[in-house]
């Protein structure tokens, strides 16, 4: 399920001329990275047994001369889910959308879905603490990010998009939220989204 999920998870970035590909440092797991490398050159940097995209002409090196990612194809869930972004909050994931973003004027219930499951997914194989040191020298190099919870975000759409959100799941996760996963929602006053 979650496969099919990758693949169908895509973004209109048509409209934007890489604003995340300059401002964010996006992390990798092992396995995500070596789809990348398998087809174009390596620029990642190891942190802790994962990896990041390092940007040190200031952004990143595969944005392509059009302003477009030039693995759109390959990209890792971190990059895929994004605007949303999940972060460790104590114990718990919390869950945030990067303001800053012009797409996220165009996000749909099923892109906030998706992100939502696979961004509880993706951050659970993280050891916390390796996470916590990629998050928190993430936000020391970007000071200037908006960040908006999804609670907030949602509360902003209306109910006939919450609904919407909470139809997506129901279809894309079959039912079966995981304990994990329901602890994200409920940890992002998402209760709404809880589907029998």
């Given amino acids: ?100 973003c012009p797409v996220q004027r165009t996000l749909t219930p099923k892109f906030v879905a998706m992100a939502l499951y696979l961004g509880a997914e993706w951050i659970h194989k993280f050891p916390k603490e390796d996470f916590d040191l990629y998050w928190d020298r993430f936000k020391r190099n970007n000071p200037e990010q908006n960040y908006t919870t999804v609670h907030d975000f949602l509360q902003n759409r209306g109910d006939r998009f919450i609904s919407k959100v909470q139809e997506n799941l129901r279809d894309h996760v079959d039912g079966d939220l995981s304990g994990w996963l329901r602890k994200v929602l409920f940890k992002n006053n998402l209760t709404e989204l809880l589907v029998s």
């Fill in 1 to 100: 399920m979650t496969d099919k999920m990758h693949k169908e998870l895509s973004l209109n970035c048509d409209i934007c001329d890489g604003s995340c590909c300059y401002r964010g440092t996006p992390l990798y797991l092992p396995g995500e990275r070596d789809i990348v490398v398998a087809e174009v050159p390596d620029h990642f940097e190891e942190l802790r047994g994962s990896f990041v995209i390092p940007k040190p002409k200031g952004y990143c090196p595969y944005l392509n001369t059009e302003k477009k990612c030039s693995i759109q194809h390959l990209k890792g869930t971190d990059c895929q889910i994004y605007p949303s972004d999940p972060f460790y909050d104590d114990e718990l994931v919390e869950f945030v959308i990067d303001m800053n």
